[in-house]
């Protein structure tokens, strides 16, 4: 089966995943993307994988209306980023041509009945039936529409974390300093713990920080955190190469994930309207991790992570994991998990595929 996949935005991480999803289930495939994307892409070179690059002197518009022979060649289309540049190849009579599948990635914004937000035109499109609508999340999250009747993660095990035996634990916050995730809990949560630590704790801020909130947060409260715990953060960029090296050495993640966030004036409920990418960074690098306990995980990920409920509580866990490296135990034991929730993501794809 020849399987078509169209992203011309920067969501490389979520191209990359279902990429390898797809060869897993030995598909031939066509990427339409830019060169960004493909700069990005950990993939190595697979004879499976076609790749057509948007040229820099083309518009998004251009590139698909060149591309156009070749995307209709396919039997299955997935769009990872809905973009209005895709509406006249969505608004075609498709008798004979591919199925097209949309990653939603905020559903209630996508829903939304408001012309002027992003991406309006696409979504109107989709909801009317010239895409099957596919959430990226496992949850029983679903509006009262026929549509919205297929899910999955999008997360790869690619990579066997390293246990470390030094004294300093590493521990990161992967993602762009952003509203989305609650890094004043994460700071006073550190306060707490560093009271009780046996050993130094490293915390970095993976991502760029131009937040105004989070650098009063560290001067309000920061400076309450004791030597014992270093905080790091970087002001510009991570390119994906130091980003992908940093968690190959890192003990554990912490995700202080927010319940909800405000995308273009809609409430997205966080695991199940709209999800986190800090997911396929614990999938991808097989990171345990301390987590909210209202995000809905699949039961195949529950092993590497412990949650919390509480400022108090996530402190408790940071003191627990740091004292006794039970980061280390989870690490061990990972494995045979992360192939149960491969297989599980397997079986998804099959279904939306018709794959026996």
Known sequence: MKIGLI???MHCEVLDSLIRQLIDLNQELIV????????????????KVQWVLQPLNFSQIDF???????????????????IDALCALLSEDKQGGPIYHCLVHNLNTFSFPDDSRPSANIARLVNRGAANIILLDRSDYQLDSNNYNRSLYLAYPQYRS??????????????RVYEGRNYEEVLVALTLAS???IRPLRVEFLGENTSEKL??????IGWKIPPMVEIIEHKAYIPQDKFDKTLFETDFLLLPIAE???????????????ITGNVNDLVRFSLPAIFPNYYPLSNNLKNLVELYDSTES??????EWVNSREFNHKKQNAAPNLEAFREECQMVLKSILQIN
């Open 7 to 9: 992203e011309l935005q």
């Open 32 to 47: 339409y993307t830019n060169s960004f994307c493909r700069e990005s892409a950990s993939l190595e070179i697979s004879d």
């Open 64 to 82: 698909i209306e060149k591309s156009k022979a070749s995307i209709h060649s396919n039997e299955h289309v997935f769009i990872i980023t809905p």
């Open 162 to 175: 390293k246990m470390f035996l030094r004294e300093e634990v590493h521990c990161c916050i992967p993602g």
């Open 195 to 197: 009271k009780n630590l």
């Open 215 to 220: 650098q009063s947060y560290l001067k309000n």
């Open 260 to 274: 909800s966030i405000v995308r273009n004036g809609v409430v997205e409920v966080r695991g199940k309207s709209c």
């Open 314 to 319: 996530m402190a408790e866990l940071i003191v």
